[in-house]
T-cell receptor
């Protein structure tokens, strides 16, 4: 029973393309997050959202934007893909008012930009 | 910016042995969490310990937290080959349940 679903496991895009990474959760969580994971750097927060149509920048938002039109869906957009955005992208969700609740992650999307 | 740092970065043990991983962090936290990641997959939440707790158990997992030393440890007892994975500590702080992840410890359990 998958609770956080990322639309693609593997994706190959060309430099300059606009790329959409989709994430859907079925747990009615308020908070949703996008991370990228790179060897030696761990997970770095790109953007997060704590409610519909709300978004906050994380540690590395440059080159990315997000959209949250519905509670269950949080999209990451690479406006013009570049090779340095080749990475594993991980989406996660958590309930807002449960300070004792961890994140639920999706399986990840491995994006290669050529 | 990484808040937590795991130590060691890699660990190799025999099946049946215990595995201990440590995490140090820099600022005040609300909670500390441990996650497991199997190769190329998403992270799975293992256990969360609040800042006012000192020890917590879940099955074969034991987590300790020392806020005075800003450190935590994860002990996996009687390890199995299936425990082979990367383990991350994550510190929760501020609002919106934001967490910051460390770089991880890669654990290999040899059958």
């Amino acid at each position: 029973d998958v609770k956080v679903t990322q639309s693609s496991r593997y994706l190959v895009k060309r430099t300059g393309e606009k790329v959409f990474l989709e994430c859907v959760q079925d747990m009615d969580h308020e908070n949703m997050f996008w991370y990228r994971q790179d060897p030696g750097l761990g997970l770095r927060l790109i953007y997060f959202s704590y409610d519909v149509k709300m978004k906050e920048k994380g540690d590395i938002p440059e080159g990315y934007s997000v959209s949250r039109e519905k509670k269950e869906r949080f999209s990451l957009i690479l406006e013009s893909a570049s090779t340095n955005q080749t990475s594993m992208y991980l989406c996660a969700s958590s309930p807002r008012d449960r300070g004792d609740y961890g994140y639920t992650f999706g399986s990840g999307t491995r994006l290669t930009v050529v | 910016s990484q808040q937590g740092e795991e130590d060691p970065q890699a660990l190799s043990i025999q099946e049946g042995e215990n595995a201990t991983m440590n995490c140090s962090y820099k600022t005040s936290i609300n909670n500390l969490q441990w996650y497991r990641q199997n190769s190329g997959r998403g992270l799975v939440h293992l256990i969360l310990i609040r800042s006012n707790e000192r020890e917590k158990h879940s099955g074969r997992l034991r987590v300790t937290l020392d806020t005075s030393k800003k450190s935590s440890s994860l002990l996996i007892t009687a390890s199995r080959a299936a425990d082979t994975a990367s383990y991350f500590c994550a510190t929760g702080f501020g609002g919106y349940q934001k967490v910051t992840f460390g770089i991880g410890t890669k654990l290999q359990v040899i059958p």
